[in-house]
């Protein structure tokens, strides 16, 4: 999910959590969960400072070590810890409780997107990515300021979010119904699909598709209920190249591969260079695709610039790469 609705989560949990004796017991220890619940609701998207660095670096580890088992054992006791040392009144097991229990769903939510973690490391570094909630949904997050807004109107905040929670889940199973109602609906227009990547939008009943048969790439999109092809590709295997060969030991290459599982390649010889380029196909936006990889590199297999990441004009990719002729 997106900053912001982690945010109001970390405050909801924090509402929830005075369900909780202990807590409702205790000014320290309430105001202590609440701080371990808004930090708890944020620390595993500390790794979001690594595109400061660069793309590569960000798309390789982004939701990855962060959002792993031992991460999630470890941001609990760390931030336990520190909040005791300024609130030793606090009870640190409830600490510990409410602050693990607001990591845990940070990277359970984020399960459910198309981008999904690797929350399974280190027993895999499979990604796990559900592809039923946007990013950004806006009814999670209006639900949680609604439900902000109620406990300012001292309304008791632990049956508040109890109930805004139930209603979540019950969001979260009509969304997986949409999802299957969509990918039943692929079928039906392309039968022999082997793969089938669906990507939720902002609006509850619009998909963004991406589809592998055995020859061909079919992008679509799908809204109520109607699935619209939008474009179709060959899929061509990659060839026994020399340049893709060595634009694959690019780092920035390397790290849109490992992380877009439907995409198609393109290479091009120019006056000046090769160009190697692989485009994802799960994000087709106004005509475009977005989300690629592009390696130049000369005639002796060197590798001149590259790029990896959104871009939404040939003019600005460009740019991107410095381009000296």
């Not at 120019?270 to 989300?291: C, K, M, Q, W």
Request: aromatic share 14%; with cysteine.
């Amino acid at each position: 999910m997106d900053t912001g609705t982690h945010f109001v989560m970390g405050i909801a949990l924090g509402g929830l959590a005075t369900l909780d004796p202990v807590v409702i017991d205790g000014s320290s220890t309430a105001q202590a969960v609440l701080i371990g619940t808004i930090l708890g609701s944020q620390a595993p998207d500390i790794d979001t400072i690594l595109k400061l660095r660069n793309n590569a670096i960000y798309i390789r580890n982004h939701r990855g070590i962060t959002h792993s088992i031992p991460a999630v054992l470890l941001w609990p006791i760390a931030i336990s810890t520190v909040i005791f040392a300024f609130l030793p009144q606090a009870d640190f097991l409830h600490l510990w409780l409410w602050t693990f229990l607001a990591v845990f769903l940070h990277v359970f939510v984020d399960i459910f997107n198309a981008y999904g973690t690797q929350a399974l490391r280190p027993i895999s570094k499979r990604w796990v990515a559900l592809g039923v909630i946007n990013t950004f949904d806006p009814f999670i997050f209006g639900i949680h300021v609604v439900g902000l807004i109620l406990w300012g109107f001292h309304l008791p905040p632990g049956s508040l979010f109890l109930t805004m929670y139930g209603i979540i889940i019950l969001y979260y199973i009509t969304r997986f119904r949409e999802q299957a109602l969509v990918k039943r609906a692929v079928r039906q227009q392309i039968p022999n699909c082997h793969k089938i990547v669906l990507s939720p939008t902002m609006r509850f009943r619009r998909w963004k598709i991406a589809v592998m048969t055995d020859k061909k790439f079919h992008v679509a999109r799908a809204e109520n209920g109607q699935v619209i092809i939008l474009d179709t590709f060959d899929r061509i295997p990659l060839p026994n190249s020399e340049v893709l060969e060595a634009a694959k030991h690019d780092v920035n290459l390397a790290a849109f591969l490992s992380f877009s599982p439907i995409y198609r390649w393109e290479i091009e010889k120019t006056e000046h260079y090769y160009a190697v380029r692989f485009i994802d196909l799960r994000y087709r936006s106004n005509g475009y695709y977005p989300f690629v990889a592009v390696v130049h590199l000369d005639y002796n297999l060197n590798i001149l610039n590259s790029y990896t990441g959104w871009i939404f004009s040939e003019a600005k990719l460009q740019k991107k790469l410095n381009i000296i002729l």
